[in-house]
């Protein structure tokens, strides 16, 4: 079973230092999400992508954060300068635009701790 | 703004009691409904959807309906089990392929 992955699963840092989180969709889906997801809450939409092309990008997700999908296939987060606010879980999903089955499928995600 | 609600858990239950866990939601337009689920140490699964009003989404015993008079898309199962112990999210989206708003989650408990 190919799902979706993401590495690490849980990552611990201190205030102020870079980390960049890899997702791995599905491998024939086009699209590709980011999610935040604080304790207690639903997840919050970060950014999407279609295929290489960065589509939308929230509010929420600041300088700091960066994401690409180089080759149209696994995906990275960046954050910069990370701050104690930046703890959270990252999720990432993938769907197939034009499937008959068109749903957002999810990663376990990555769990930040930022000291 | 498109927005969702549901109601505050934790919900505890016995084995086999009936189950509701309310949803209502604020949205411009036709939206699509769901919800996902999430066991402990899983990620998020697509429990079932609805797309259009009046649709009825159902998977594992669980149902829920789109009401577009209401704006609810509530959900339900007729005698629940202890397995289905979770926290479960209720979910709009303009389609099914675009960015998912979610309510807050409601954690359910099921005793035997």
């Known amino acids: 079973d190919t799902g979706v992955s993401q590495d690490p699963r849980h990552k611990i840092t201190k205030r102020g230092q870079n980390v960049t989180f890899r997702c791995d969709p599905i491998?024939?889906?086009?699209?590709l999400y980011w999610y935040r997801q604080t304790l207690g809450q639903g997840p919050e939409f970060l950014t999407y992508?279609?295929?290489?092309?960065?589509?939308?990008k929230s509010r929420l997700l600041s300088d700091r954060f960066s994401a690409e999908r180089p080759k149209g296939s696994f995906s990275t987060l960046e954050i910069q300068r990370t701050e104690q606010g930046d703890s959270a879980m990252y999720l990432c999903?993938?769907?197939?635009?034009?499937?008959?089955?068109?749903?957002?499928?999810f990663g376990p995600g990555t769990r930040l701790l930022v000291l | 703004g498109n927005s969702v609600t549901q109601m505050e858990g934790p919900v505890t239950l016995s084995e086999e009691a009936f189950l509701t866990i309310n949803c209502t939601y604020t949205?411009?337009?036709?939206?699509?409904l769901f919800w996902y689920v999430q066991y402990p140490g899983e990620g998020l699964q697509l429990l079932l959807k609805?797309?259009?009003a009046d649709d009825k989404g159902s998977n594992k015993g669980f149902e829920a309906t789109y009401r577009k008079e209401t704006t609810s898309f509530h959900l339900e199962k007729g005698s629940v089990q202890v397995s289905d112990s979770a926290v479960y999210f209720c979910?709009?989206?303009?389609?099914?392929?675009?960015?998912?708003?979610w309510g807050a989650g409601t954690k359910l408990i099921i005793k035997p």
């Open positions: 979910a709009l989206s303009r389609d099914s392929n675009y960015q998912l708003i």
């Open positions: 949205a411009t337009g036709y939206p699509s």
């Open positions: 992508f279609q295929n290489e092309a960065q589509l939308e």
């Open positions: 491998s024939e889906h086009n699209r």
């Open positions: 999903a993938s769907s197939l635009v034009g499937s008959r089955e068109e749903t957002q499928y």
């Open positions: 609805a797309t259009k």
